[in-house]
């Protein structure tokens, strides 16, 4: 027969150990950060686990660039480090969790469903966009829909008309 004591006792230290386990996952994710340089780099940005931008810095040579391009850089740069979290992620985690491990699985997954798409790089040379997202080359704006003409309402002396006409006279 099982001791009851020696049951508890186990159950207890395998909550412990579960306890431990969970409290470094957590900060294991509380520390971690991923940053991202440009290429000159002027620009360097630092994310936290969940891919949102924690630190920002910017190179005083880029006070003389035009604002549109330092802008598309800095969003550049943001989105490369982003798209290292999951890596990161999973290296730091495949320790504590298991590599294969189903809880693995589940998170890595919810990573890189998270993740911002990658915007391809557009050349310096090229067309550029504006702030509503249109080429400067394309800034006509979109054709209308037209509605046909509807038939003029004819008068009517019955106070309860309900058509479609004005109810002005």
Known sequence: ?????QILANYEGTLAQA???GDAIRETLANLQVTERSADGQISVTVNDAGNLVDLRLGNALQRKD???????????????QGRVATTVQEAMA????????????????LRSAQPP???????????ESGFGQL????????RASRPP????????????????????
Do not use: I, N
């Open 1 to 5: 027969m099982t001791d009851p004591d």
């Open 19 to 21: 306890q431990r386990r």
């Open 67 to 81: 604002g549109d391009a330092v802008g598309r850089e800095v969003l550049r740069v943001v989105q490369a480090a």
């Open 95 to 110: 320790p504590l969790m298991g590599p294969d491990s189903e809880a693995m699985h589940m998170m890595m997954d919810k």
């Open 118 to 128: 990658a915007e391809p790089e557009r050349p310096s040379w090229g067309p550029q």
């Open 136 to 143: 400067e080359e394309d800034q006509t704006p979109p054709p």
């Open 150 to 169: 509807q038939p003029p309402s004819r008068p009517s002396d019955d106070d309860d008309d309900f058509s479609d006409g004005g109810y002005l006279r």
